[in-house]
């Protein structure tokens, strides 16, 4: 959908406009008048006959101007009642002001469940409630109360931007304003009973003005559209950071009583992320870095730096943080060492980084020289310069030389400069108006350049993969009503989907246990579990034996785990025992949580003792494909565990991958119905051997 009319208006109704400069009512009026708003304002108050030298309207189907936009700052049980008059005066937006819903619980839920169904009635759309209002740059739209809306001289820039904290979400406008960044459209979100933040972040996608986005996200129940929003973001080449709040415990308290919003787990959020392509950012200055080289216009093709530094300590400071942060400064050609060590001074370094010395940057042919041959290097993407706090001068000749040098190149050429702008003015002006970026430290540029380059790769590694279907159940039928079904039926489920489970079968109590196991051809050794829905975790309660050697020891096993459940859990309904086969190879989880924002996400970890000592699991919103899988597993801390060590053969990382994506379209498949999984162990063997679920649960709803 557009929000063209909401953002550029051809007039904006004041719900609730109020003379008093304290009320909310009062802020929005003065602040249109105070932007330059010029279209229609229509001030709608039965108690005034004019405001601000305004006619002011009893009703909004007085008005009778063009008019797309409403702002709206009436108590909230008459909120509902003023999205009708809204919409009967032919009004399609509104920017709710008011608060005093869910946030408030009680009543407040009663009052947004009405306001909910008067804009489906009604096809208003809606910003908010409880929230701070928007701005229009380009259109000097400032409908808004607060603090922001006294602030109208905004520079128009290329970032928009939407948060679900008025009062944090316009301080971040605040600061990175005063560091440069401009911006176009910037939207308090509030509760979100209308119009979402994914919905917002994806209309300033499209929007030509707009060449990056972000959001301060607390939580959203609409999770699942962040992986749409992220492939939109990389198909436009425009990135979309996000800044999500709640990731502690504490954090995520506060976040769910601050705006109710469904603050979902941070892991799962940063798992949507990463299959996304979307930008995880942490505090204002990535915003600032990362627009900055965004304005730039040129994305890298790869991760390899090519460094030049009038300072041997910034050369330092930025190669750690940039291989810290998944850059690599390689060796440059010999060819380009050639040329270098006939331009640097004895006492600097050719080497990447290289340190060219302050005097090189003396001489505006030396500098242009040294450029062009970095940048003719076939291994380098990008190219950064080190000017420390070069002034005047100096520095106006290096940016003579960078410009000249990036117009003859395409690939990004950046900066780390902290010098004084007020000793440096027609520097920074060039560089300004030749969109050159120039961040303040090395260690900012170096972060900034790895989230643009990780955006840049995830362009050319995510876009060409496809999310399988879902695969439908085609077994028999399930049970209606909430449940955990027994370990064999567990396996059943999984079996019927082409997951691969251990051999074994199930003996009913009081049959005899060797003679089943020989009628299957199960082999020693052998497992011994007790059968039954009612007890999920079979080892605290003493109802699994492994390892079993011999017939003479399965008998007594199976009498064993039996009468130790009954003892555990003397209401349990026990059906018999299970024999199953040893598996072997490296221990993997794969679990399956249903998340009420994302649906079914997939997990994986190392098993066994990893899996609570490391907290070492990786996730993915399914379904997903193989390379989605293969990421996964190259994300685990402890993956070179299955790469083989001290002389074990590597495990088959290409059938626990094959098992992550069947997993993930039987969970996608089995939606609603299902609660979680848990396949804890799976034994993934020797490479070629594939792998096995020798465990398994599964809860249904």
Known sequence: MSFERLFHPRGVAIIGASADPSRIGGHPLKALVKAGYKGGLYPVNPKYPELAGFTCYPDAKSIKGACDLAVVAVPAPMVSAAIRDVAAAGISYAVILTAGFRETGGD??????????????????????????????????????????????????????????????????????????????????????????????????????????????EGTPDARSLLDLGRKSLETGKPVLLWKGGITETGAKAAASHTANMTGRADLYRAAFRQAGIVE????????????????????????VGVLSVSGGSGVVFADRAVEEGLALPPFSDETMRKLRDIVPAFGSAANPADVTAGVFN????????????????????LVVLLASVPGDPALKAAEAIISASKRSDKPVLLAWSGRKSRSEAAWKLLEDARIPFITTPARLAKAMAAVTRFALDRERLLGRKMPA?????????????????????????????????????????????????????????????????????TEVG????????????AAAAGEVIANARKAKPKAAIEGVLLAEMAEGTEVLIGVINDPGFGPTVAVGMGGVLTEILKDVTYRIA????????????????????????GKPAADKEA?????????????????????????????????????????LVVLK
């Open 470 to 538: 879902p695969l439908p159940y085609k077994g028999q039928p399930l049970p209606d009503s909430a449940v955990s079904l027994s370990e064999s039926e567990s396996k059943e489920l999984l079996r019927s989907y082409g997951v691969a489970v251990t051999k074994e079968i199930v003996v009913p109590e009081g049959k005899d246990v060797v003679a089943a196991a020989t009628a299957a051809g199960l082999a020693y050794p052998l497992a011994v579990k007790v059968v039954s829905r009612d007890i999920a975790h079979k």
């Open 281 to 304: 950012v942490d505090d204002v200055e990535p915003i600032v870095d990362i627009a900055a080289i965004i304005k730039h216009g040129r994305l890298p093709r790869g991760p390899n």
């Open 363 to 382: 001489n505006l042919k030396l500098i242009t020289s040294t450029l062009d041959i970095v940048l003719e290097d076939p291994g380098i993407d990008q």
């Open 543 to 554: 109802g699994v034996k492994l390892g079993i050697a011999d017939a003479s020891a399965l």
């Open 623 to 646: 379904p997903f494909d193989i390379e989605t899988a293969r990421d996964m597993i190259g994300e685990l801390r402890a993956a070179r565990i299955l790469d083989g060590y001290r």
């Open 108 to 217: 407040g839920i009663n009052l947004e469940t009405e306001l909910k169904k008067t804009l489906a009635e009604t096809g208003v759309r809606a910003i908010g409630p409880n929230c701070q209002g928007m701005l229009s740059v380009p259109a000097r739209v400032w409908a808004a109360f607060g603090s922001v809306s006294e602030e109208t001289d905004l520079r128009l820039g290329e970032v928009s931007g939407a948060f679900q904290s008025g009062g944090f979400g316009y301080a971040i406008i605040n600061l990175a304003e005063l560091q440069g960044v401009g911006f176009r459209y910037c939207v308090s979100t509030g509760n979100e009973t209308d119009v979402t933040m994914p919905e917002l972040l994806s209309a300033f996608l499209d929007d030509d003005g707009t060449k990056l986005a972000f959001g301060y996200m």
């Open 656 to 696: 626990l991958a094959e098992m992550l994506v069947t997993v993930s379209r039987m969970a996608a498949g089995l939606g609603d119905r299902l609660s979680e999984m848990d396949l804890n162990p799976v034994f993934v063997g020797p490479r070629g051997s594939g792998a096995k679920a020798a465990d398994a």
